[in-house]
Structures are given as C-alpha cells and as structure tokens.
C-alpha cells in the first residue's frame, strides 16, 4: 500500500526519516514496514511539500491515552529513503483542486492534508501514488 505523511522536518534531505506518535487519518494506521511513503515537509513548519519517497522499514501504533475517550489513532514509523523529489508540490500547487468530487489525485491530497491541516499520516489510492511517483 501506499500512504503519505506531512510533517515537521528538521532535516529534509535525510536519508532516513523517524516520526514519532504521529497522527493517522483516512487509513493511516494501516501503515505497515514495506510501504511506500511519500514525506511531505509541512510548510505552516517551514517546509517545501514533497521532497521523499520511502519505504516503511518499522511501524508500531501508539496506545490510547487511558481514560480520554475520543482520540485520533497515532502510530511511530521509520523510513529510508528511495528518493528524492525532482519537482515542486504543496500546498501552493494543490489549492486549486477544491472540487472534493473530482477524483483526481490532486485533489485527493489537498483534502486529505490542506482541508483540516494537520500533519498527520494519510492512506493514499493506487492512482495518486502512481501521481507521486511522476515526482521522482
């Protein structure tokens, strides 16, 4: 499977990339080690959007904070990098894919990571990963 992550990157041409208790939405916490990662540093944090594709080399969820009944899921993953992106795409790029209806992967990725902006970790379709991979 395929899945993409906008965060906070203090070193974005890392070889390999930790993020810890990192949120999950739309699938996310079906991440597993083996995956592809597509890493978005988030630009609220001074980042530039995509800039690595990667393999999931470890993923653990987090447990649940005891006795707080609503949470969002949260898991731990490691990636090594397999790439590094060749052309721009962030939030600039995708802000005019606002037609949540549309079916393009554009549009898929600005719901998914600029509607509620949040760095989280995001299940991706087989068709916007094919999208990325245009990137690299």
């Known amino acids: 499977m395929a899945f993409a992550i906008k ?9 390999t990339f930790v993020f810890t208790a990192a ?10 080690a ?8 988030s630009e609220t944090q001074g980042g530039r959007g995509l800039v690595a594709q990667a393999v999931v080399t470890a993923a653990e969820a987090v447990a649940g904070i005891p006795d707080v009944e609503r949470q969002t899921p949260r898991v731990s993953i490691a990636a090594r990098r ?25 549009t898929e990725l600005n719901f998914k990571f600029y509607r509620q902006s949040t760095n989280k970790i995001v299940g991706v379709s087989e068709e916007t ?7 690299f």
């Open 82 to 106: 397999t790439a590094a992106a060749t052309r721009p795409l962030g939030r600039a790029e995708l802000k005019r894919f606002g037609d949540w209806s549309d079916g393009r992967p554009e």
């Open 34 to 41: 083996g995956d592809t990662l597509f890493v978005f540093a």
């Open 129 to 135: 990963a094919a999208f990325l991979r245009g990137f």
């Open 23 to 32: 949120k999950t939405m739309y699938g996310g916490t079906h991440i597993a």
């Open 7 to 15: 965060a906070e990157l203090h070193e974005p041409d890392a070889e």
